[in-house]
């Protein structure tokens, strides 16, 4: 039954596209795109954990009895349950300590003393064409009927977010599956408290070369940003599996470099979409994978470990990098703890460059510490330099060296 819903999703999401891109804009700096202070979960007594050790990494629509074995991958939210809430469903979860985010029926309802809930799920993709019972698509669902399911649901709980997930049409100028009026995007992120949108760049875009559009994925939480005018949180949903594309999926490098480019810009929670249809249905798909399932373990580790990082303030106007080859842009967001400073940087194209770092506030001596690359780079004048293959992803952790002077702000 997962795979009906699901189906009736995907059938939306790969929809042909017309045409290829021109060639691609510059990326925004991620600097500006990720200053969010703090997590921003304080607000919802029976929201997200507001912890800064606490960061959102979820699997889309995926079956109660298998929340161990996601735990095992350092997941630690389901987001969609299929036809529920259920008592069964909740019981199950609240068994293995895995909070969700799911639909606010007549069961959900009952439970909002229950931790298990950690927000409400309104509905899915209103914004593509949506399908018909007679068969083919129909318009969009109008952001004014979104805008009174969300009060609706706010008067029957104010102390949960909801959450509401946009396709790809916000960031793919040429999605013909959308079913609205570009216009009608900042409406419907108003209602909302979390918005969120999903694009799957190598295999849910029909482009022969979709791998050359990962940072699809940057500019549309850009434009959530923007149309919200940075006053909702912000998460989006990944690719890790082939979904409905038989011939592709995305390597554990590219989804490596998607999940950084979110974060960067800001995202404050991860989905990952893990449902293969093709060429085979497989509900769990990225946990028959091994590889992609150690590949996405190592990322949700790192991200775990370095959450109180993320969730602290971003510091705008200290750093910057110049890029040898001006067509790959890299996208950097700065952070600083205690007595270090971390530079988050990400290459957002598919090609190689070489990175030259300025960073101010450092001593005349200082080492940026590769993290989990075992290697350190030296840093004079807080300058240093690095390369960057494809989709690189570097997080440099930068500390003084003992014995040099601070230099001035």
């Known amino acids: 039954m997962i795979e009906k819903l699901a189906l009736i999703v995907i059938g939306t999401l790969l929809m042909p596209t017309v045409g290829l891109l021109g060639a691609p804009p510059a990326s925004a700096s991620g600097n500006a795109a990720a200053s969010a202070q703090g997590s921003g979960y304080a607000r919802w ?18 079956d109660p009895k298998k929340a161990k074995d996601y735990q095992a991958l350092g997941i630690n939210l389901y987001v969609g349950l299929w036809e529920g809430p259920t008592e069964r469903q909740l019981q199950l979860l609240r068994q293995a300590g895995m909070q969700v985010i799911c639909d606010q029926n007549e069961v959900g309802l009952q439970h909002v003393g229950d931790s298990t809930i ?6 899915d993709e209103p914004d593509n064409a949506q399908p018909l019972p ?30 509401l997930n946009l396709g ?15 216009s009608a995007y900042p409406e419907y992120v108003k209602a909302c408290d979390i ?5 799957y760049p190598v295999v849910g875009i029909r482009k022969p070369d979709g791998e050359n559009y990962l940072w699809y994925v940057a500019k549309g939480l850009d434009r959530l940003r923007d149309w919200s005018g940075g006053a909702k949180v912000i998460w989006n ?21 998607e999940v950084w480019m979110s974060l960067i810009h800001g995202s404050r929670g991860i989905i990952y979409f893990v449902h293969q249809f093709e060429p085979t249905f497989v509900e769990a798909a990225l946990l028959a994978d091994p590889e992609m399932s150690q590949a996405v373990k190592a990322i949700n580790e790192q991200i775990l470990s370095l959450a109180p990082v993320l969730n602290s303030p971003s510091v705008p106007d200290i750093a910057t990098v110049e890029s040898a080859d001006p067509a790959v842009p890299m996208d950097v967001m700065v952070k600083r703890e205690a007595d270090a400073t971390y530079l988050f940087v990400v290459g957002m194209r598919n090609a190689p460059t070489h990175g030259a770092f300025q960073v101010t506030g450092l001593g005349p001596t200082a080492a940026a510490e590769v993290l989990g690359e075992a290697r350190t780079l030296p ?27 601070s230099a001035d702000d």
Request: with cysteine; net charge negative; aromatic share 10%.
């Open 195 to 199: 918005v969120s949108f999903d694009i």
């Open 118 to 123: 950690v927000a409400w799920l309104q509905g």
């Open 134 to 163: 007679e068969g083919g698509y129909g318009p969009a669902i109008p952001p004014e009927r979104i805008a009174a399911t969300y009060e609706q649901m706010r008067r029957s709980d104010p102390t949960r977010p909801v959450l």
């Open 237 to 257: 949903a990944l690719e890790c599996t082939r979904i409905s594309n038989p011939d592709k999926k995305a390597t554990p490098h590219q989804v490596r470099a």
């Open 45 to 62: 007594p029976n929201g997200p954990s507001p912890d800064p050790s606490y960061f959102p990494l979820a699997v889309w629509l995926q």
């Open 168 to 182: 790809q049409g916000v960031a793919n100028d040429e999605w013909v599956g959308i079913g609205c009026d570009r």
């Open 379 to 405: 840093v004079v004048n807080g300058r240093f330099e690095d390369d960057f293959q494809p989709y690189d992803v570097h997080l440099y952790r930068i500390t003084t060296q003992p014995g040099a002077d």
